[in-house]
């Protein structure tokens, strides 16, 4: 039924295990992509924790988005990815490109820069909602140079930020429209 890069996540554990019959969240960002189209990631109702500790690699803590991909899920009060305070909850590098549609992204936690999104590449999200997530710099997004972030119709809630800068990017160019900011 689908196109092999199109994974739809069948386990809301934080797992990596490729002889389990399930697909995590984490094992749907880190398959490889076919090279000619951009990967998208289906999520289902409910909470996909972050749970893998350790050292920081793609396997461990935040997530890391080395390509391009689309992480959907079935609307922002019923698709809830959590970082349970481990860590911050995506990673974007440079080059690489990350879409978040319909979905909760909360407690992440970042000791540096963006609670949720580290971004050091480009980010599109509609219909998101940041809620409860906190960094030195950025509690929920940290834009960084040269980065590209463009949101719509998403809500930032109650984003604490031990350092300076808020809520939002900074340094890179972002496009924001229908933003909700609420404390
Ligand atoms: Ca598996
Ligand atoms: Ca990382």
């Not at 480009?122 to 998101?128: F, G, W, Y």
């Not at 930020?161 to 404390?183: C, M, P, Q």
Request: overall charge negative; charged content about 15%.
């Amino acid at each position: 039924m689908s196109s092999p890069n199109e994974i739809t996540v069948t386990t809301f554990t934080d797992l990596l295990n490729a002889n389990d019959g399930l697909i995590s969240l984490r094992e749907a960002i880190l398959a490889p992509l076919d090279g000619i189209r951009e990967k998208a990631i289906f999520l289902g109702e409910g909470t996909y924790t972050l749970s893998l500790d350790g050292t920081e690699s793609p396997e461990t803590r935040d997530f890391d988005i080395h390509s391009s991909m689309t992480i959907v899920g079935l609307g922002a009060s019923r698709t809830i990815i959590d970082g349970k305070q481990l860590d911050r909850i995506f990673e974007v590098f440079p080059h690489a490109s990350l879409t978040l549609s319909n979905l909760t992204i909360t407690n992440g936690r970042a000791v540096d820069k963006g609670g949720a999104i580290y971004s050091q590449g480009t980010i599109h999200l509609t219909q998101t909602v940041l809620h409860n997530n906190s960094a030195n710099f950025g509690g929920a997004i940290f834009n960084d140079q040269n980065a590209i972030a463009t949101i719509a119709g998403s809500v930032f809630s109650n984003n604490g930020v031990y350092g300076k800068h808020g809520a939002g990017g900074n340094n890179g160019s972002h496009g924001l429209r229908e933003i909700t900011f609420r404390t």
